[in-house]
């Protein structure tokens, strides 16, 4: 008589949530009937969106979404270290800082003093109350305090990817990661074109099948990885790069976001160079605020990240 082949232990995992906007967390719910694929094999333990688990049992695999702002991220994430065979860096604030990292450019003081003591909206100004966690001189990746062995960038990771990340791992195998920026997926046509001027994105009607950066609007994609499927360019928005840079940009010490952009860009309209330069460092707080705060970015020349948002707000004020 045979005998059937023994169940394989499901593999664990936690989830953890630092300073984010939850977005990562909530983007397993976009994963509709397809997590019943994995949910056989995979035993959901502490999850803060799912579970009412405090402490951090032992699990095969721990996901870790948002980036560390705070003493309580810290002691999360090594909490999470501890009990995890094996951690991933769920979506770029955990990878790269995310969108909190733009808070790099101010003191501690002055953004407490912004959100707490100057905030046009709620009186009366008192300070954060002690029980609140005491934030840390700047925000950072979570590479930075604990080991992270994959990284799974993306405001938030594609459905796609995160369930094929959750299938590797119950396959055994490392999830497949293109390293394609956003163009490799967008159907517009990258063309040489008379465009004279930079257009904000709120000029105009673009051309629906033509490359948003040869009608003068600036595009990110070419300098972004596709963690997304380039939701943004197949329906009419230019990429602001929430995915985070390209390994290309990620890993050469002489590339970065707005030379690449500004030489493809003045290849294909006539709008001269020096004048995207000018206006990608301009827009900086918003166009490089995903991966401000990764030290990959802060070792290119984009040290001057500080200067160009300080000269783009005095110009403002
Ligand atoms: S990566 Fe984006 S979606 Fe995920 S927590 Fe950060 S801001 Fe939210
Ligand atoms: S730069 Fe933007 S619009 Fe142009 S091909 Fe790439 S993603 Fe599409
Ligand atoms: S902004 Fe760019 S990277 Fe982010 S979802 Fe849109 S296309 Fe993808």
Redesign the pocket.
């Given at each position: 008589m045979s005998r059937s082949a023994p169940r394989k232990q499901p593999v664990t995992v936690n989830t953890e949530w630092l300073s984010d906007c939850s977005g990562c967390h909530v983007a397993i719910v976009d994963l509709h009937e397809k997590i019943l694929t994995v949910l056989d094999a995979v035993q959901i333990q502490r999850c803060p969106v799912l579970t009412d688990i405090k402490d951090y049992p032992k699990a095969t695999v721990g996901l870790v979404s948002g980036a560390i702002r705070n003493e309580h991220d810290r002691h999360a994430a090594e909490e999470m270290r501890k009990s995890c065979d094996l951690i991933i860096a769920w979506g770029s604030c955990a990878v790269h800082g995310g969108p909190a990292g733009a808070g790099n450019i101010h003191t501690r003081e002055e953004i407490v003093d912004s959100v707490y003591m100057k905030n046009k909206t709620t009186t009366p100004h008192l300070p954060p109350s002690r029980e609140v966690s005491p934030l840390e001189p700047a925000v950072t990746p979570l590479d930075s305090v604990i080991d992270v062995d994959l990284y799974l960038p993306g405001?938030p990771p594609h459905p796609a990817f995160i369930f094929d990340a959750l299938l590797a791992l119950v396959e055994g195998r490392t999830p497949k990661a293109t390293k394609e920026s956003?163009c490799a997926k967008c159907k517009r046509k990258m063309e040489k074109t008379d465009t004279d001027a930079i257009r904000g994105n709120l000029d105009g009607s673009p051309d629906p099948e033509q490359c948003f950066l040869s009608q003068g609007y600036l595009c990110?994609?070419s300098v972004?990885l596709d963690r997304?499927l380039?939701?943004?360019?197949l329906n009419g928005i230019p990429?602001?790069?929430?995915?985070g840079a390209t390994m290309q940009i990620l890993t050469e010490p002489n590339r970065d976001i707005r030379t690449e952009i500004a030489d493809r860009m003045s290849r294909l309209t006539k709008i001269p160079r020096d004048a995207i330069v000018r206006e990608i460092e301009n827009s900086s707080k918003s166009l490089y605020s995903y991966t401000m705060a990764t030290s990959m970015i802060g070792e290119k020349p984009t040290f001057l990240i500080k200067k160009w948002i300080g000269d783009a707000e005095a110009d403002y004020e």
């Open positions: 405001c956003v990110m994609g972004t997304c380039s939701p943004c360019p990429c602001t790069g929430c995915a």
